[in-house]
């Protein structure tokens, strides 16, 4: 593949105004972190026509830079944005950091500032407004969502991107980031670990009989995957946190048709719930393990609202390379004490040990072999 390096900006991005302090610019959002990216040279605007079936995880798992795909087949005038967070420098970058910024100082400057998280704050009339589609005339593929493997079963929406829930009886929000399989027009899979914040709302709304409200927000600050991807402390909310990284609040829009809220300055957003009872099969899906995995109880999601900026980005990720950017996250999250893998103490102390080694050969083969741990705990 010829990767050409290209100039440009992207528009419509209000990210970079100075902070007081005279440090980095903070990113609000993802058109922000692509600009920067771009002035900094570390993006790659792919500029011919590439197909959404299989030649964009090709390419995202063959580069280890960041990627702005911008001609792609089935869908002109839209795009497609991978690997913004490839190494540990661009973790840094989209939280605030100066790109020269040592390894240790990252670090150090993370864990101070989890002391001090920070709420988000309510903002009105987001940019997604822009584009509102309901009920029967809404299709999930009406976006460039990748199919990224040939080991995939479809396309999958939901890759590098927030699920937001609420506990339907203590209203306590959670925001994770589970994959999602298109199934249909309005319905996709959610694939969550039965120990998962989701699934234990999920649970409590089937007790109720009751659907279970959900928000699918892609092209969030990357601020916000940070945190979503995060085994976040329980008196903290996910977005306190990410307020806490980037040491300002992030800025939230309600919901006008569920109790939900969700960034702003998301790309798409998608509302809907659900559906208590079924279980569906999700995959095979090539993952962070590199290999082929499937979720046979996965969730069944159903789509009732999608709003969108114009000309969206669509953020996602092909994983399974070694060193690929969901391993730099993990890596990064570790050395913070922030993430579990909801195994046996055997298994998190092994994975947390690797991550921050970054030793990601190894990570691989011990999730390979994790259904046999799991018995040991």
């Known amino acids: 593949m010829n990767e050409t390096q290209l100039s440009g900006e992207v528009e419509g991005s209000g990210g970079f105004e100075t902070r007081d302090s005279g440090g980095a610019p903070p990113v609000r959002d993802l058109r922000g972190l692509i600009r920067l990216l771009d002035d900094a040279g570390k993006l790659i605007r792919v500029k011919h026509l590439v197909d959404w079936k299989f030649e964009i995880g090709k390419w995202t798992r063959e580069s280890r830079q960041p990627l702005l795909f911008e001609n792609i087949k089935d869908y002109p005038g839209q795009r497609v944005f991978t690997n913004g967070l490839s190494e540990m420098a661009l973790i840094g970058l989209a939280l605030g950091f100066e790109l020269g910024t040592s390894f240790e100082t990252l670090i150090r400057e993370s864990r101070k500032r989890l002391n001090r998280p920070i709420p988000p704050k309510i903002v009105p009339v987001p940019p997604f407004l822009e584009n509102v589609v309901a009920g029967s005339g809404l299709d999930l593929s009406q976006f460039a969502v990748p199919q990224w493997s040939e080991h995939d079963a479809g396309r999958y929406i939901g890759t590098w991107h927030i699920n937001v829930t609420k506990d339907p009886e203590t209203g306590q929000r959670n925001v994770g980031c589970y994959r999602m399989q298109i199934l249909g027009p309005q319905q996709a899979t959610i694939s969550a670990s039965a120990g998962s914040d989701l699934m234990l709302h999920l649970a409590k709304a089937e007790a109720r009989d009751q659907a279970l409200p959900v928000v699918v927000a892609i092209g969030v600050p990357e601020v916000v995957v940070i945190a979503g991807g995060a085994a976040c402390p329980a008196e903290m909310d ?13 800025e939230l829009a309600r919901s006008q048709t569920i109790d939900l809220e969700f960034p702003a300055n ?12 079924v279980r569906v099969q999700d995959g095979p899906y090539f993952d ?4 082929p995995n499937t979720n046979p109880k996965a969730a069944l999601f159903e789509a009732v609202r999608l709003m969108s900026r114009s000309k969206p980005i669509f953020r996602g990720s092909a994983i399974g390379r070694p060193g690929a950017e969901d391993h730099q996250l993990f890596a990064f999250l570790a050395q913070l004490d922030l993430v579990d893998f909801h195994g046996s103490r055997l298994k998190q102390k092994l994975h947390n040990f690797l991550w921050k080694k970054q030793h990601f050969r190894a990570v691989q083969r011990l999730g390979k072999i994790g259904p046999l741990l799991h018995k040991l705990h």
């Open 266 to 277: 998301s790309e798409i957003v998608i509302e809907g719930f659900i559906l208590p009872g």
């Open 288 to 291: 962070f393990c590199g290999i």
């Open 238 to 250: 996910e977005f306190a946190l990410a307020g806490a990284l980037q040491q300002e609040p992030v």
